[in-house]
């Protein structure tokens, strides 16, 4: 099994800044795939940005240029760095973990874009 903890969302203008976190329960290089998601008001959680074991990477298009995910191996933790924000960026951001082919999720952190 995989826990996750995230932390790191909040209130922020727009054009602002937040990093995102993502603590796992085990060594993020026992885990295939740590990504995020997202999910707004009455639409469907949708893809932000994920990294795989082997580094690699996979951003959605309406992400690419503006957010970055990375790792830290030595806190199992994964990051989500988010510039220019905007409003349509508000949403409860979800940790999402792929082990042993079964899906984990982090509890959600809500992220505010607004003036």
């Known amino acids: 099994q995989v826990q996750l903890a995230e932390s790191g969302g909040g209130l922020v203008q727009p054009g602002g800044s937040l990093r995102l976190s993502c603590a796992a329960s085990r060594s993020i290089f026992s885990i295939n795939r740590m990504g995020w998601y997202r999910q707004a008001p009455g639409k469907q959680r949708e893809l932000v940005a994920v990294k795989y074991r082997s580094g690699s990477t996979n951003y959605a298009d309406f992400v690419k240029g503006r957010f970055i995910i990375s790792r830290d191996s030595d806190e199992n933790t994964v990051y989500l760095q988010m510039n220019s924000l905007k409003p349509e960026d508000t949403a409860v951001y979800y940790c999402?973990?792929?082990?042993?082919?079964?899906?984990?999720w982090g509890q959600g952190t809500q992220v505010t874009v607004s003036s």
């Open positions: 999402n973990a792929v082990y042993n082919f079964i899906d984990y």
